[in-house]
Each structure stands twice: as structure tokens, then as C-alpha cells.
């Protein structure tokens, strides 16, 4: 289980900075208990250093509990370290797009205008995942057929907190 989540972890931090999404803070929180605590050395070692594991110590509020959250979920927040999604079982699992496709939204969009955070190449590389997104609808939204046909809008589904 480490190693799986570990390395898919790993390939999806890869693949962003690899499409030019750098400067992105990952953190992974052991869970308080007696197994996790046992095991935190093999989660540590199974994800590369720059991903932080973060050890929980028994005697403080669980971190989940005060995040309002449960042990698989991803929290995204914004450069401004505001909350951008929370993301659940089954949208947490890696294998699907949400917590891919809510990187580059929290990375991306400006919800509050002019951001000091923002530097000048990142709405270059923005553009780019758009016109990408934007390609692959293209390529499975169905083609008319001369006869009449029911066009289908494609939504991503995102959980706001």
C-alpha cells in the first residue's frame, strides 16, 4: 500500500513539474495510530524527499479532526494557503484525474485578481494545460452524424469546502 500510493504520488508530482507546475508543497500526514506510528519509517522512506511525511505525535489533535477530514483524503489549497478542495474516497484515489485536474486548478486560476504570488510565466504554462484540457474534450466529445444527435456537456466534478 506505501509503495503503490507512494510512487503514484511521486509520478503525479513528477508529471506537473514536468508540464512546468513547480513550487508545489506536498505533505503526507501518518495517521495517530500504534500501526502507522510503527510503519511511519517505510512511509518515509517510500516517497522521495520532496515530499515531506509528516509524524503525527499521539498526545495532539489528530491532524484529520481538525482538518475536518479522514486519513486518504487530499486537501489542495491555494499559493495564499487557502482551501481549494478537499477531495474524499473514491475522488481521492490517484489513479483518477480529480486530484490531478485540482492541482493545476487551485495552481492556476486567480479567484482574487493580481496575486504578488504569481510570476509572469506561470499564465504562459496555464494557457498551455488549457489548450490541452481543451484538446482531449475535442478528441471524446461525440461527432455529429448527419442524423439528429444529443450533445452531452462534459463537466469536471469538483467538491468545494
Known amino acids: 500500500c506505501f509503495f503503490t500510493f507512494s510512487t503514484r504520488l511521486e509520478d503525479l ?3 506537473l513539474e514536468n508540464e ?8 503526507v500526514v501518518n495517521h495517530q495510530g500504534t500501526y502507522s506510528q510503527r510503519k511511519f519509517h517505510l512511509l518515509k522512506e517510500s516517497v522521495s524527499e520532496y515530499i515531506t511525511v509528516y509524524q503525527q505525535d499521539e498526545q495532539q489533535a489528530d491532524v484529520w479532526t481538525t482538518l ?20 474524499g474516497l473514491p475522488y ?16 492556476c ?8 504570488y504569481m510570476e509572469p510565466e506561470i499564465d504562459g504554462i496555464c494557457e498551455n494545460i ?13 461527432k ?8 452531452h456537456n462534459l463537466h469536471r466534478h469538483r467538491q468545494h469546502h
Open 20 to 27: 512546468g507546475l513547480v513550487n508545489i508543497s506536498y505533505v
Open 13 to 15: 508530482r513528477v508529471k
Open 109 to 116: 486560476e486567480n479567484k482574487c485578481g493580481n496575486c504578488s
Open 68 to 87: 475536518n477530514g479522514n486519513k486518504d483524503d487530499f486537501l489542495i489549497y491555494d499559493r495564499c494557503g487557502r482551501l481549494v478542495y478537499h477531495l
Open 144 to 151: 455529429p452524424t448527419g442524423q439528429l444527435s444529443h450533445h
Open 130 to 142: 488549457t489548450k490541452k484540457a481543451d484538446e482531449k474534450l475535442a478528441e471524446i466529445e461525440p
Open 92 to 107: 481521492s484515489f490517484l489513479s483518477f484525474q480529480y486530484v490531478e485536474e485540482s492541482i493545476k486548478i487551485a495552481y
